[in-house]
């Protein structure tokens, strides 16, 4: 191709020197909500101790409302929206850009909010399998008229390293599990609470403890198509999300505001202490 | 339930009086950019000629970045996100905050971008069949482990109102068609420049010329479980989109800036000729 558009991060090769933009990334963070991930590179920011000035930074996605990304020395830090479609596109065009960058042992991590299934909210779990809504560790892609299965597997080294830096955060549980990955946030979770609902609390929960017996300690909506592209990508990748509540328990997420946002810095504060590690940067905060 | 939260909405039936909010609503106009859905709701503002100050639409859901919403008399317009799963949690809970809130007669607009097929670009198709990509109408939700069908069909009588106010609109040509609905943009799109590939250009184009044959002539990521859920909870439902490019032509979409939004002002402004055609207000503009 004479030019590749990156369409949705609103970047291309012929408008932008990806390669002095992007050269040195080591560290790719993902997460849904563009708030969070702002908050996430400013966090960053303070705890890599970087010399530009935090007003600096800015969105490098700005000419879209798609996405946004922030660039944190070797640290990109990108939203990617709610559900499957969703984070494959980014996914694609983030790939295109790190090929285009010439970057190289690019560790990527996903840190999200999840369903908790059998465990206290406030958790943070450490994806050891991604499975679909039938427990299966796979992610069916459609390729033109054809269904293709592809595997979920993730970087074994890259989760035990995770769970070792977690242990030195004492002050909420970490652990690793199954994590299920589904199409729809309602139905497709086991929750009454949605406009449509065909099925009785006791099915909706009969489910959600069979998901647990399988091994699955949390529920969100991306992790199977981001293990399966990042694997066939060569991508060491992780997912690292914290449990908003135990769908064992309840349906509706009704903690208070400030009990939910200092639970979504649980994964933040580990990817940060796991990160200034990779780097021989000294902790300060944990 | 004692209360509802629409959570991904920032609303609630405790926090909210949402009869007194939204109760007059019987419009409600959505599409994937925030940025979008603002530029429509500042358009409707004025080709409703509000007595209220512009400065003083807010978004509703400014609580929460996961979608934005403005209000404007008996117009709503949302953003949704990009795919099945992002417009599904938001049709969840918007069909939630119509029923709490007591409206009736709502008429629900999708007003998109998409890809075209065969077509010129700068097309508006009115969605006249939501297809999947093996080109059926129809919708799989997975509930729980099951695997249910739902119909994608679309309310015709809304469609044929909508033709028929497009053909005042002499700068653009607007036809109706059927519309696929994907999970990805690229491998499933038949698209070559994904970070992805693993089919020809040849077996790409054969798949997109049968489904020009198959009466499909435009491609987006959320008709059909649009079409689904708004048939099952009893509203009129209509999708209208401008195509940015033909895929018979080409991949990238590549035309410059101006041109683009250009083209997504079309839709727009198809659905407000009709909107003041229902209110029985003069048209001004076209």
Request: glycine fraction near 8%.
């Amino acid at each position: 191709m004479d030019e590749d558009v990156l369409y949705h991060l609103d970047l291309g090769t012929k408008t932008h020197n990806l390669p002095a933009m992007f050269g040195d990334v080591k560290f790719v963070c993902i997460g849904g909500s563009p708030n969070r991930m702002k908050a996430f590179a400013l966090f960053m920011h303070k705890e890599l101790r970087l010399e530009d000035a935090e007003e600096d930074m800015k969105d490098i996605c700005a000419g879209t409302d798609r996405y946004c990304m922030y660039k944190i020395g070797p640290v990109l830090s990108i939203s990617h929206g709610m559900g499957i479609p969703s984070i494959s596109i980014m996914l694609h065009e983030l790939i295109k850009l790190l090929y285009h960058a010439r970057c190289c042992d690019v560790t990527i991590i996903r840190i999200g909010t999840s369903g908790g299934i059998g465990i206290a909210p406030g958790s943070v779990v450490i994806t050891d399998e991604a499975v679909d809504s039938f427990f299966k560790p796979q992610f069916e892609q459609i390729i033109l008229d054809n269904i293709v299965t592809r595997s979920t597997e993730l970087d074994k080294e890259l989760a035990e390293e995770l769970l070792n830096c977690s242990k030195d955060i004492s002050d909420f549980p970490t652990l690793t599990g199954h994590t299920m990955c589904t199409y729809d946030f309602y139905e497709g979770q086991g929750r009454l609470d949605g406009a449509l609902c065909s099925f009785s609390r006791e099915k909706g929960l009969d489910y959600l403890k069979r998901a647990y017996n399988a091994g699955v300690r949390n529920i969100e909506m991306e992790s199977t198509v981001f293990a399966a592209m990042c694997r066939l990508c060569g991508l060491k990748a992780a997912v690292v999300c914290v449990t908003l509540l135990d769908r064992l328990e309840c349906d509706q997420i009704n903690f208070p505001h400030d009990v939910l946002v200092e639970y979504q810095k649980r994964p933040q504060r580990l990817i940060s202490k796991f990160i200034k590690q990779r780097l021989g940067l000294r902790d300060q905060t944990s």
